[in-house]
C-alpha cells in the first residue's frame, strides 16, 4: 500500500525558510504534564454522557461496554506508547499511519483525528453553555463565543503557559470527582445497580442487562466518553522534554488515572441515586450527590460549580489537540499551508484560529448530541488504522528504533483495531444521521487531497522525511 501510494503523490522540498516559520517551542512538557494532558482531553466525559449507557443498557450492559472500551483503549495506549517514542512528530496518529501505510493512509487517519478534534469542543461548548446558564442564566452564543476567544487565546500566549494552566484546571477537575468519592461511599448501596427493570422484550433481558445483550452493544459509544481523546496525548511529542522516555509514562499514566475515574463514577452514581433515576440526568455526579444529600447541600454545590472545571479542562486541552493536527497536515502540505505558520511564540497561529471560527459556527447548531457522536465515529476510524499502523510496522520495520516496546507486541494491537471495528459498527445504532454526516466531511477531504493535495506534499517535513527514509532504506536493503 506505501509503495502505491508514494508513486501517486508528487512532493517537493520546502525552503529552510518554509521550515523556520513552522516551529513548535520544544522542551515544555514533562511526562507529568502530559500525563494531565491525557486527563485533561477525557475528564469531561466523568462529569456527563456516559451515563446515558444506562438507559440504552442498564448497570449490567453499561459495565460490560466498559470493560471493552477500556480493553481498546488500554490495547491502543499501549501501542500508541512505542509509535510515538519511535516517531516523536506533532502528527501524531497521522505521521505513524503515513509511515506505515504511505500518504493516503496517513492522510485518512489525520483526517478521521481531525473530525473528532476539531467537533468535540463545539459540542463541549454547548454543555459548557448549559451548566454556565444552571450558575448565572446566562447561555446561547454569547457564551461559546466567549469561551473560544478566552482559551483560543491563552493558546496564542504560548504552549508552556496554556499547558500550565490546563494542568491546573484538570486538577480543579479532579479535586471535583475525589470530593464526589468520597461524599458517596458511605450511601453506596449494590442493590441500587438494579433499579431499572427488565425489558420482556429483548433477547437476554434481566435486572443485570435489562435492555438485554443488544444493550452492551448500544452503550458502547457512551462507554467511550469515559476515555476519548486520550490518544490526542502524542500530539505533543514534538513539545516534550524527552519523547522516547516521556511519551510512554505520560500516556500510559494518563489512561490509568482515566480507568480509575470511570470505575468510580460508573459505581457510585448509580450505587447511591439508583440506576433508573441517573440514566438520563443532565449532571450526574451532582445529582447523585443531591439524591443522598439535598439539592441545597455544600457537596453537590461544590461539585456544580467545581464540575464546570471538567468540561473548561476537556474543551481547553481539546483547542491543543486540533491545533497540533492541524499544524502537522498544513506543514506536510495535506492542508492549505497557511495554517501551519507560527509566530514569535511558536505556537500554531491559524491552525488555532480557523477551527476555532469553524467549531463556534457548529456550536450554534446547538446540536451537541449529534457532534458527539460524529466525534466518537472519527475516533474510531482512526483507532483502527492506528492499530493497524503498530502491526504493519512491527512487520515491515523490525529494526526501527522503539525505547519503548508494546507488551505483547501486534497482539495487542490487534485488539484494539478488531475492539475499534466492533464500536465503530455501535455508532450507526446510536446515530445514522452522525455517521451519514461523518461521511460526507470525508469525501470533501478526500476529494481535496484527490485533486489538489496529493500534488503538493512537502518532502522534507518531519513526518514525510521519516516516511522516505524509511522508503529509501527498504529499498536497499
Not at 517551542?25 to 486527563?39: C, E, F, T
Not at 456544580?304 to 498544513?330: D, K, P
Amino acid at each position: 500500500m506505501s509503495n502505491s501510494n508514494n508513486r501517486a503523490v508528487e512532493s517537493e522540498a520546502g525552503t529552510d525558510d518554509y521550515l523556520s516559520k513552522r516551529q513548535l517551542k520544544k522542551g515544555v512538557a514533562g511526562w507529568v504534564l502530559l500525563a494531565s494532558l491525557g486527563v485533561s482531553y477525557v475528564i469531561s466525559g466523568d462529569f456527563a454522557g456516559w451515563n446515558f449507557g444506562l438507559e440504552r443498557a442498564g448497570f449490567g450492559g453499561m459495565l460490560l461496554a466498559t470493560i471493552i472500551m477500556g480493553l481498546m483503549y488500554m490495547c491502543l495506549v499501549l501501542s500508541l506508547a512505542e509509535m510515538s517514542s519511535s516517531i516523536p512528530t506533532a502528527g501524531g496518529g497521522y505521521s505513524f499511519a503515513r509511515r506505515a501505510l504511505g500518504p493516503l493512509g496517513g492522510f485518512l487517519t489525520g483526517t478521521a483525528i481531525l473530525l473528532e478534534y476539531a467537533i468535540a469542543p463545539a459540542a463541549i461548548a454547548i454543555f459548557i453553555g448549559g451548566y454556565v446558564n444552571e450558575l448565572i442564566g446566562i447561555d446561547g452564543p454569547v457564551v461559546y463565543a466567549g469561551f473560544y476567544c478566552v482559551f483560543v487565546g491563552i493558546h496564542l500566549w504560548g504552549a508552556g503557559e496554556a499547558l500550565r494552566i490546563m494542568m491546573g484546571i484538570t486538577v480543579l477537575a479532579v479535586i471535583a470527582i475525589i470530593v464526589f468519592v468520597l461524599g458517596m461511599l458511605p450511601y453506596f448501596d449494590v442493590n441500587n445497580l438494579f433499579t431499572i427493570p427488565a425489558n420482556p422484550d429483548v433477547a437476554g433481558a434481566s435486572a443485570f442487562l435489562p435492555e438485554g445483550y443488544v444493550g452492551i452493544w448500544a452503550a458502547l459509544p457512551f462507554a467511550m466518553w469515559l476515555f476519548l481523546a486520550v490518544e490526542g496525548v502524542p500530539l505533543a511529542a514534538e513539545e516534550a522534554s524527552n519523547p522516547a522516555k516521556d511519551m510512554p509514562r505520560g500516556i500510559i499514566a494518563s489512561m490509568v488515572i482515566l480507568l480509575i475515574f470511570a470505575a468510580a463514577v460508573l459505581f457510585l452514581v448509580p450505587g447511591g441515586a439508583g440506576a433508573e433515576a441517573m440514566k438520563s440526568h443532565s449532571a450526574p455526579l451532582v445529582g447523585a450527590l443531591q439524591f443522598v444529600y439535598g439539592a441545597d447541600s455544600m457537596a453537590a454545590k461544590f461539585v456544580n460549580i467545581v464540575g464546570l472545571f471538567g468540561l473548561i479542562a476537556s474543551f481547553f486541552s481539546i483547542i491543543y489537540a486540533y491545533s497540533r493536527q492541524v499544524f502537522a497536515l498544513s506543514r506536510a502540505g495535506y492542508l492549505p499551508r497557511f495554517l501551519s505558520l507560527s509566530g514569535e511564540r511558536k505556537v500554531p497561529v491559524w491552525a488555532l484560529i480557523v477551527p476555532g471560527i469553524l467549531g463556534f459556527l457548529l456550536s450554534l447548531t446547538g446540536e451537541g448530541d449529534l457532534m458527539i457522536t460524529m466525534a466518537v465515529f472519527g475516533a474510531t476510524v482512526s483507532y483502527a488504522l492506528m492499530s493497524l499502523s503498530h502491526i504493519i510496522l512491527r512487520r515491515k520495520e523490525p529494526q526501527l528504533a522503539r525505547p519503548y516496546k508494546t507488551p505483547g507486541g501486534t497482539l495487542t494491537s490487534g485488539i484494539a483495531l478488531v475492539l475499534s471495528l466492533i464500536a465503530l459498527a455501535s455508532t450507526f445504532v446510536v446515530s445514522t444521521q452522525a455517521a451519514l454526516w461523518s461521511a460526507l466531511f470525508y469525501v470533501v477531504m478526500l476529494t481535496y487531497f484527490l485533486l489538489y493535495s496529493r500534488h503538493r506534499i512537502v518532502a522534507n517535513a518531519p513526518e514525510e522525511e521519516f516516511a522516505l527514509i524509511a522508503n529509501a532504506e527498504s529499498e536497499l536493503s
